[in-house]
């Protein structure tokens, strides 16, 4: 099956600063690749995605890159701000049955 | 849309005692999961219906978990008898199957289990 690694498990950043975090992946016929955000106490939330088709997607301050070549996935976050902090967990969903596998999560923290 | 719904949102109970969480999905959504979530890690998967059919289930401890979506809609995850290591959050999520709608996976708010 699928096996996604996430790096790094924790990342602290100051405000206005850009955080990357970075994840691979081993199905290469993995085709959709989310990104959640989870605070605390709260359930995931779909921040961005991208689909297999496509090698960069942006929505304001967040952008999701892809390398099906190298099978990895980053997100990109810039300007970043305190409401930014929060574990984040990439994901990618195999080719049959819509299943995802998820990394192990990434705590940002951004110190205003 | 109204989103997916989870009860209880919290429930505390005694090792070897039984507990049961419901999940209803986003309308028209086929696909339903069952995730565990222990604190600090990521969501793991113990489920996967697609419509009242079971995907994959090859992480759920059958021992003493049961999950059932009898009509294809909401669904019942069981707990016969519990451990303390099941205490976590128990999150159901769901998504469509049809074409192009068959990739976004939406979260209900989660059941926070603790087992004493």
């Known amino acids: 099956g699928e096996n996604v690694e996430q790096h790094p498990s924790t990342l602290s950043v100051q405000e206005g600063d850009s955080a990357v975090i970075k994840c691979t992946y081993s199905?290469?016929?993995?085709?959709?690749f989310p990104w959640y955000k989870q605070e605390l106490g709260k359930r995931p939330q779909l921040i961005i995605d991208?689909?297999?088709?496509?090698g960069e997607k942006k929505d304001q301050r967040i952008a999701v890159t892809l390398n099906k070549t190298a099978k990895h996935f980053s997100l990109h976050i810039t300007e970043t701000q305190p409401e930014d902090s929060a574990v984040y967990f990439c994901a990618a969903r195999g080719y049959n049955f819509n299943k995802f596998y998820f990394g192990s999560g990434t705590k940002l923290n951004v110190k205003p | 849309e109204a989103g997916v719904a989870q009860s209880p949102r919290y429930k505390i109970i005694e090792k070897r005692q039984s507990v049961a969480f419901w999940c209803n999905p986003i309308?028209?959504?086929?696909?339903l999961y069952w995730y565990q979530q222990i604190l600090g890690q990521g969501p793991k998967l113990l489920i996967q219906f697609q419509n009242n059919g079971v995907v994959d289930d090859s992480q759920l401890p059958k021992d003493r978990f049961s999950a059932e979506r009898l009509k294809g809609v909401d669904s019942t995850l069981k707990i016969q008898p519990a451990k303390l290591e099941d205490s976590a959050v128990y999150l159901c999520a769901s998504s469509g199957s049809a074409p192009g709608l068959a990739y976004e996976q939406y979260f209900g708010p989660g059941t926070r289990l603790t087992v004493t």
């Open positions: 309308s028209g959504h086929a696909t």
């Open positions: 991208i689909r297999s088709n496509v």
């Open positions: 199905d290469s016929a993995s085709n959709y």
